[in-house]
């Protein structure tokens, strides 16, 4: 069997700081498990602009589709903000979605029990909580045609369309009914299908790929209003929901923020299947690059060791690998460890981004 390989591209601020984490607990992985990666580093967003001029490079670009999965950790920073939009940062980020096709983005909410008290919520209604929202990335409203802002009469018109093929609500399904297959087997599928021809024809399409291909998994459906209810009132009932591009981009941010801190989640963007069967994927964590705190060793790397769990699972069929390092997570937390974005009102000393990475490692030790 050939070696797994990896591309990392650590980015900007806090970026290479979390990632420097992972690398350590990809090294523990080739050194105590003797699950060994080809790895491969790169720049992209302000970095890669620096050097090359460019956010991303063609040949980095060209590695990315190479490699059985890429790990980003973020890009952009104030230095940036004046620069021609054609090379700011996040175009390197929106190119390596675009051209790696990454059509299912996949946001865990998953509530740590330490953290639960953390949350907005009451702890018993997000402790132990652990869903997956899966939401279409490439299509709908955010690229739909006509799009703009016209005049008509003696006002202005602001115009965006929603625009969903079959074939795009079929692939973003099938990813959704394989992902509930490794965990609750249980889909639930948001759209305003009252008021909107895309929601009735992404129902009917839903419906059909179920019956099809996915008879064992259990479907229901939910309108997307509705659907944010209940995710507020009682966030257990789900397992999978899959829904579109712009009320997966609200739901997602909603669902994620039961559980706590925006260093705390991770996220993998997903594509179609390569000749090896493994799915293009694209982790990194929800964060940007946090350029308050960047230098500073304050950042917490967990959403990035967590991106990096979501590869272990999605890519390289280590699911167990992956149990192990979200159990250190959990075990380090429990311990009471907590960088300063997790300290709230308790007060108590936070600790570095590379003590985090020291404990985490400690508990995958102990694993053993
Ligand atoms: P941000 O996520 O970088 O930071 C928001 C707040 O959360 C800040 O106070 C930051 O200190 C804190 N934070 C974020 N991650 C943290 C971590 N791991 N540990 C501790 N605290 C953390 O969002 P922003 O400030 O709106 O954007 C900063 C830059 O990042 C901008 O240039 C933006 O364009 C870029 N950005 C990039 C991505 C990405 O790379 N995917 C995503 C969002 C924003």
């Known amino acids: ?15 290479p700081e979390v990632m420097a984490q992972v690398r350590r607990i990809i090294d523990w992985f080739g050194d105590k498990r003797d699950l060994k990666f080809e790895v491969s580093e790169d720049l992209v967003g302000g970095a890669a602009y620096d050097a090359h001029g460019t956010p991303l490079t063609d040949a980095t670009m060209a590695r990315a589709q ?9 890009v952009g920073g104030p230095k940036y903000d004046d620069l021609d939009f054609s090379v700011k ?6 190119r390596l979605r675009k051209e790696m096709d990454l059509y299912a983005n996949l946001r865990p909410a998953q509530c740590f029990d330490a953290l639960a008290d953390f949350s907005s919520l009451k702890s018993d209604v997000v402790a132990g909580l652990d869903i997956m929202i899966v939401r279409e990335l490439t299509s709908g ?32 399904a099938r990813s959704a009914f394989e ?3 490794r965990r609750s087997n249980k889909v639930c599928s948001m759209e305003k299908a009252n008021v909107m021809e895309s929601g009735v024809l992404w129902r009917q399409v839903v419906t059909e790929i179920h019956a099809a291909e996915y008879p064992d998994v259990e479907l229901s459906h939910m309108y997307a209003d509705a659907g944010a209810m209940q995710l507020c009132r009682w966030p257990k009932q789900f397992d999978v929901i899959v829904t579109d591009n712009l009320f ?11 559980t706590g801190s925006l260093g705390m989640l991770p996220s993998a963007s997903l594509g179609a299947p390569m000749a090896n069967g493994r799915p293009k994927a694209l982790y990194e964590p929800v964060h940007g690059s946090a350029p308050d705190i960047a ?26 690998e992956a149990d192990r390092v979200e159990a250190a997570v959990q075990q380090v937390l429990a311990d009471g460890l907590r960088t300063a974005d997790l300290i709230g009102e308790e007060g108590r000393a936070p600790v570095s981004t590379t003590e985090m990475g020291d404990a985490i490692l400690a508990a995958l030790d102990e694993s053993l």
């Open 1 to 15: 069997m050939t070696t797994p390989s990896l591309l990392i591209l650590a980015g900007d601020g806090i970026g």
């Open 295 to 320: 230098g500073q060793g304050k950042a917490n790397p967990i959403a990035c060791v967590l991106s990096f769990a979501m590869a272990l699972r999605y890519s390289f069929d280590a699911g167990a």
């Open 248 to 258: 997966g981009d609200m739901l997602s941010d909603m669902a994620a923020m039961l």
């Open 66 to 74: 190479e490699v059985d999965a890429v790990l980003l950790g973020a």
């Open 89 to 94: 940062p996040e175009r390197g980020l929106l």
């Open 141 to 172: 409203i955010y690229f739909g045609e006509p799009r703009g802002i016209i005049h008509e009469g003696n006002e202005r018109v602001g115009i965006n369309t929603q625009r969903y093929t079959e074939s795009e609500i079929a692939r973003v």
């Open 179 to 181: 992902l509930a297959r």
